[in-house]
């Protein structure tokens, strides 16, 4: 599936507002971390796979940088669990 110019950017936007990195309990939202627009493009090449499949491969696929950028993580192993779920919620309006 693919996105307009302009969905790409209404996701990227509801991305960085909704979902975030925890680490020690701070919050550090997508927008802030400059990871929001990467994210949403990882998910667009997903979507056609249905909201739930490309919620958890997008998240597996995208390496945060972390210390200087000498270790790179998955983003799903700096996300809460929860949400995981919040962003299939997301990604309902996007998907076919």
């Known amino acids: 599936m693919s996105l307009s110019s ?24 997508l927008g802030d971390a400059h990871l929001a627009q990467p994210l949403a493009e990882e998910l667009a090449g997903l979507l056609d796979q249905g909201a739930a499949a490309a919620a958890r491969q997008a998240v597996e696929r995208l390496q945060v940088p972390i210390g200087g950028g000498g270790t790179r993580l998955p983003l799903a192993r700096l996300m809460p669990p929860g949400l995981l779920t919040d962003l299939e919620e997301l990604l309902q309006p996007f998907v076919g």
């Open 6 to 29: 302009s969905e790409l950017e209404d996701l990227s936007q509801a991305l960085a507002d909704r979902i975030y990195l925890q680490v020690a309990g701070w919050h550090l939202y």
